[in-house]
C-alpha cells in the first residue's frame, strides 16, 4: 500500500438488488457529499440482477472516489465486506448501507474522534430513526458499551461504525457461516471485545437509520435460532450466562414467534416517537433522490 497517497478512510457498502433507486442515490449521495473528502468508496455488488449492475456504473463515473466491486454470484454480506476490506486503503473502514443516509458531518466528526483517541478500536454513533415520511425516532447508544450491554443486542449499530484497518491485520474480519448470517456484526464485535479490543458511540446524531416495518419481515425463524446458539456461545464466553443471561439467550426465539407488526410498534413507542416535535418528525434528510446524473466529482 502507497501510504503517501492512500485515503484516510475507506467507506465500504454491500449491495444485493437494492430496487429502490431513491434510497440508493440517498446513501451514495449522501456519502459522496461529505464534508470530509479524504476517502475511497468501496462498493461491492454482490450477484445484483443486471439492471442493478448497470445503475451501480453510473456512480463510477460521476466520482473517481468510487470503486465498484462486481460479483456474478451473491455470497451474503460477511463475504462482500471481507472482500472491500481486502482492498481496503485507508487507514479506517467505514460501514455504510445501501439505504441509509449519513450526516454530512459523520466522516469528520469520526475520523477527528479516532484520532483523538488511539485506545478506542472503532466508534459508532447514536441516528435518527427515519421511514418514507422521514424522522420518527431517534436511537440512543452507550457512550462505553460493556459486555453486559450484549445482552439485549448489538449496542452499536453496524453502519454507522468506523474502525482501525489495522485491526484486520492480526484478527479474523467478519464471519463467514451459516452461523452468523444476518449477525456478522453482532458476532464481530462481541469477538472483538473478547480479544479486550474498546468500542465507543460518539453521542451525536450523525446518521439516518431506516427501520420500518419490513426491517422486521427479513428475520426469519431459522435466522433467530442461528442467533440463539451465537449468543449461547458468546455469552458463555464473556461469562454473561448467569444469573440472567439464559433469558437473553432465547431471545431471539420469543421474538420469532411476536408477530413483526407488534414488534415494530413496540420498537416506535420505546425509541419515543410521541416525545419528537412536530418539525422533527416532519424533518427530510435533505439529500434529493434524483440528482445523481448533474453531480461529478473529479
Known sequence: MDRETAPKISVIMGIYN???????DQAVMSVLRQSFWDFEFIIYNDGSDSEVCGYLEKYVQMDERVVLINSPENHGLAYSLNT????????????MDDDDICDRDRLAV???????HPEIAYAGCNAKLIDERGVWGRRVMPEFPLKQSFLRFSPFIHPTVMIRRSIFDTQEAY?????????????????????????????????????NPNSYRKRKFRYRMDEMKLRYRNFSDLGLLYPLGWLYVIRPLAAAIVPSGLIYGAKKLYHRQDRLGREE?????????????EYVHR
Open 18 to 24: 437494492q430496487w429502490n433507486r431513491e434510497y440508493l
Open 84 to 95: 472491500c476490506i481486502d482492498l481496503a486503503r485507508g487507514k479506517y473502514l467505514a460501514r
Open 110 to 116: 469520526q475520523y477527528e474522534y479516532m484520532e483523538a
Open 175 to 211: 464471519r463467514f457461516s451459516k452461523d452468523t448470517w444476518r449477525c456478522e456484526d453482532y458476532e464481530l464485535f462481541m469477538r472483538l471485545l473478547k480479544l479486550g479490543y474498546r468500542g465507543a458511540n460518539i453521542q451525536q446524531e450523525l446518521f439516518f437509520y431506516r427501520e
Open 281 to 293: 418528525r416532519e424533518e427530510t434528510v435533505g439529500i434529493p433522490a434524483a440528482p445523481v446524473t
